[in-house]
């Protein structure tokens, strides 16, 4: 099962903050009309930018559709998407899986 990282949701709360500082430099308290879009704004690229951010662990890849077409494998590390436009089905697991059987059971007649 793959896990969440915490990069995307890190650089999520960066942008929002920066976002916030901003509208409070330009707009002001007094302009609440002008600062919460210049809020509005800065969580929906945040949300965009953040969601683009994906981390595969050192032995899987990604499978990328973008519209429900094969785009290609990526991973391992970290990659980028375009979060409407891409999707990912599957994360593949390439570790190679070890199974003990008995010598018996090699041979055949």
Request: proline share 5%; charged share 15%.
């Amino acid at each position: 099962m793959k896990t969440k990282s915490l990069f995307p949701s890190l650089i999520f709360v960066l942008i929002m903050l920066l976002g916030l500082a901003m509208a409070y430099m330009i707009a002001g308290i007094s302009n609440v009309v002008g600062s919460t879009a210049i809020a509005g704004c800065a969580f929906v690229i945040a949300l965009l930018v953040s969601s683009a951010i994906k981390i595969a662990d050192p032995w899987d890849k990604a499978v990328v559709l973008r519209l429900g077409q094969f785009r290609s494998l990526k991973g391992p590390g970290l990659f980028f998407i375009f979060p409407i436009l891409d999707n990912i089905p599957y994360w593949i697991d390439t570790r190679v899986i070890t199974t003990t059987f008995k010598a018996e059971k090699t041979l055949f007649r």
